[in-house]
Every structure is written in structure tokens, then in C-alpha cells.
């Protein structure tokens, strides 16, 4: 069935569409697996977005105009990038008078959508989300279609991720940065690279790593596959990465992780191991996150301004015109070398 003119959908409508009553309806729109068997539940949610159905929680609000919220999803608010980002949105939102809702989606596509349909239900005036986008997602459409509904109700959508779906999106320059990275690391000397690099379906870690391995290659250096591994995007997947190439025992003089967490854990993994750092191997990594003031040796990186990234988020929802088409804006990074890549003196002419 369809809702008549602009009339919005009704849990009524919803439990009808699906078949069930409107208790089942209410039990599977609020996520209580445990008394909704699952495909009884996917079949409330499919009947709710096919509606295009949101709670309506704030209807005396929404009487007046939308919300003043500007609602916030993030991967991971432990991690230091993301707690750096939603710094700037927070910052930049009270200058506006602005509340912001943080959502914490556990680096699970499927609740980012959970989210932002919760949001649209709330009537947030903003979305910004926030992280890198998975390759071949199965909730890409779906996320897709929740982006379009919100917007379709008066709101605004942000990502400060790849420039991959239809809004405004804050882009940091990855690829870019990577890239210049590497050309600084080989004018040091080095020139027997690893990478840690993340997970594979991760665009961002993607990004970096092909960067870095273009920025090798414009230096007539060509990066071993097997020295490349793949982990979690943390400081334990940096660790299990670390330990996994030293158990390899190649030869390598200097090791690029993908972020400044897992570079972090793979330094405790040579610690362990007994291998001087910087002496036998440079260490770099990728953000300058905020934590790295207590690591010794001080870590090389690629800066980005990360609270900038927020705030020109928000500020980019705030401004939109009705009906503009989507923008991108590109923030880019800057190599800062420190104490964990030494010049790398050449003693084999190479």
C-alpha cells in the first residue's frame, strides 16, 4: 500500500504492509530481537522503509520547523581521529546555537543506517557521517536510499569520507598525502618499505597504501607484495600485522601502517621483540593524532587537520541552498617528519 498525498506513514500502516500486528510492528521497529524472530523483523523493517516510515518523536517541533540538532555518526569515538573530528563539529555547532546527537556505530555499516533513520525520525536538521567507506558494501543502497529519505524530509547530509554518494562531502586527500610521504621517506634513505595497511575493503586504507606505493614508484622503488600485510584498522591490528612480518624475517628499513593507531602497536610489537627503534627500522604513520605527543620515539606522519574537517562539515550543511547539487570540499595533508625516521645513512650505494 501507499500513504495518501503528504500524509506520513503511520506504525499502523507499517504493521499492515507487513502482515503482523501492531505490537509485533512496535517490538521489531525498536530492535528488540530477542521477542522478534529475525526474519519476522526484516520483514517490519522492509515494510517501514518501503513506506517510508520514521518515528515521529518530536511532532510538536517538527510543527514549528526542524530541530535544531546536527546528529554525528562515527566509526569508533575512541579513536582518537574520530573523537578529533566530532571536536570541530562540536565547536563549530555551539557557535550556531546548535545540540549535536553522537551516534557510535561500531564500524558496522548496518547501524549507520539504523542511525540515520533514528535521526530523520528525531528530526535532526544535519547528519554528518563520518568515516571511510567499505568496498562492495551490501548497505551501501541502503544507506543510499536513508541519505535520500532525509534529505527528501528538509534535511541535510554530510559525509567526511569518499566522495561516493550524492551530498555534500568533506574529502581528506589520502591518496595524496601517502604519496608525498613515501617521496620523503625515500630522500632519507630508505628503500626496503613495508606497509601495514589495514583492512582490504577499507577505501581510506586502499587510498593510502596506493599512494604510498605510487609515491615509491615515482621514486624507482617497487614495494614487495609480501610486505604488504593487512589488519585491523587499530592498535591491536597494527600489533598482529607488526608480528606477522617479523615472523616473516625479511628485510625491511622502514614500515608505513595506514593510521597512527596501528603504528602505534606495531612499535610495542618490535619493543618486544628487542629491535631498536628507529635504529634498525622507521616507523611512520598516517593522521597526527593528538595521542602521539606520548610516544616515543616522537612518530613521522602525515598531519590532517582533523577538527577543520568537522567544522567545514557542519558549516557546509548549514549553508546549503534548497535544491543545491551536491559539494566537495578537499582537505589536505602534510608530511611531518620526526624523530621515528632518522636520515637513513647509505652504506651499499643505494
Not at 2 to 19: F, H, P
Not at 204 to 211: L, Q, W
Not at 224 to 230: E, K, R, S, T, Y
Not at 271 to 281: F, K, M, Q, S
Request: proline content about 4%.
Amino acid at each position: 500500500m501507499a500513504t495518501q498525498g503528504n500524509s506520513a506513514a503511520t506504525l499502523t500502516d507499517v504493521a499492515r504492509e507487513a502482515g503482523v500486528s501492531l505490537a509485533t510492528a512496535s517490538r521489531a521497529i525498536n530492535g528488540s530481537t530477542r521477542q522478534v524472530g529475525e526474519d519476522l523483523r526484516e520483514r517490519v523493517l522492509e515494510a517501514a522503509r518501503k513506506l517510508n516510515y520514521a518515528a515521529n518523536t518530536q511532532a510538536q517541533a517538527v510543527a514549528k520547523g526542524r530541530t535544531n540538532i546536527a546528529g554525528l555518526l562515527v566509526h569508533d569515538i575512541s579513536d582518537p581521529y574520530f573523537s578529533s573530528i566530532a571536536t570541530g563539529v562540536i565547536r563549530s555547532a555551539e557557535s550556531h546555537q546548535m545540540l549535536v546527537t553522537l551516534a557510535n556505530t561500531g564500524r558496522r555499516p548496518d547501524r549507520e543506517v539504523e542511525h540515520l533513520s533514528a535521526l530523520r525520525g528525531q528530526h535532526s536538521r544535519v547528519v554528518i557521517v563520518v568515516g571511510s567507506r567499505m568496498a562492495d558494501s551490501p548497505y551501501a543502497k541502503a544507506l543510499d536510499r536513508e541519505v535520500t529519505a532525509f534529505e527528501q524530509t528538509g534535511g541535510r547530509v554530510v559525509m567526511i569520507s569518499q566522495d561516493v554518494l550524492p551530498v555534500d562531502t568533506v574529502r581528506l586527500e589520502n591518496r595524496a598525502g601517502a604519496h608525498d610521504l613515501a617521496a620523503e621517506l625515500v630522500q632519507l634513505g630508505y628503500r626496503h618499505f613495508a606497509i601495514l595497511a589495514g583492512p582490504d575493503p577499507l577505501l581510506t586504507a586502499r587510498d593510502r597504501v596506493e599512494g604510498f606505493r605510487a609515491g615509491l614508484a615515482d621514486e624507482s622503488i617497487e614495494i614487495d607484495p609480501a610486505n604488504i600485510v593487512h589488519g585491523g584498522f587499530t592498535r591491536d591490528g597494527g600489533y598482529d600485522a607488526m608480528a606477522e612480518l617479523l615472523d616473516r624475517g625479511t628485510t625491511i628499513d622502514c614500515v608505513f601502517a595506514a593510521n597512527d593507531v596501528m603504528a602505534v602497536g606495531a612499535m610495542t610489537a618490535c619493543r618486544e621483540r628487542g629491535i631498536d627503534l628507529p635504529g634498525e627500522i622507521g616507523m611512520a604513520g598516517f593522521d597526527d593524532i593528538s595521542t602521539l605527543r606520548d610516544v616515543s620515539p616522537a612518530l613521522t606522519t602525515v598531519r590532517l587537520p582533523l577538527e577543520k574537517a568537522g567544522s567545514v562539515a557542519l558549516e557546509l550543511a548549514l549553508d546549503a541552498a534548497p535544491g543545491e547539487p551536491p559539494r566537495v570540499r578537499s582537505i589536505a595533508g602534510e608530511v611531518v617528519i620526526r624523530q621515528s625516521t632518522p636520515p637513513r645513512e647509505r652504506v651499499d650505494g643505494g
